[in-house]
Nanobody
Framework: QVQLVESGGDSVQAGGSLRLSCQGS????????MGWFRQSPGNEREGVAV????????YYADSVKGRFTISHDNTKNNLALQMDSLKPEDTAMYYC???????????????????WGQGTQVTVSS
């Protein structure tokens, strides 16, 4: 079993910052890939940022590069996403996802991950 619990979502103004947290438990191993994916009404779920917890390699969607930073505390098995310079288009439900790492070219593809949490809502107002 893999359990993922997200927290930290809130409503903020454009240009603000938020820090999301995902606590993993159960069969969530350090060699798994973990990441943040988001979905807004009318859109498909998209990959935001992923980290390979075995070596620390990170992957970011072009839309958030330079603004978001993903990190993982291997000791606590906690995944975080620091979001700065938030834009209205960042508004979405953010999900923490995990699974064995797929090939690098597919690591931002939500279809590669079997486990996810309940999500945390991020709303950015203009």
């Amino acid at each position: 079993q893999v359990q993922l619990v997200e927290s930290g979502g809130d409503s903020v103004q454009a240009g603000g910052s938020l820090r999301l947290s995902c606590q993993g438990s159960g069969h969530t191993y350090s060699r798994h890939c973990m990441g943040w994916f988001r979905q807004s009404p009318g859109n498909e779920r998209e990959g935001v940022a992923v980290v390979d917890t075995s070596d620390g390699t990170t992957y970011y969607a072009d839309s958030v590069k330079g603004r978001f930073t993903i990190s993982h505390d291997n000791t606590k098995n906690n995944l975080a996403l620091q979001m700065d310079s938030l834009k209205p288009e960042d508004t979405a439900m953010y999900y923490c996802e995990a699974d064995f790492c797929p090939y690098r070219q597919r690591r931002l593809n939500t279809r590669e991950y079997a486990y996810w949490g309940q999500g945390t809502q991020v709303t950015v107002s203009s």
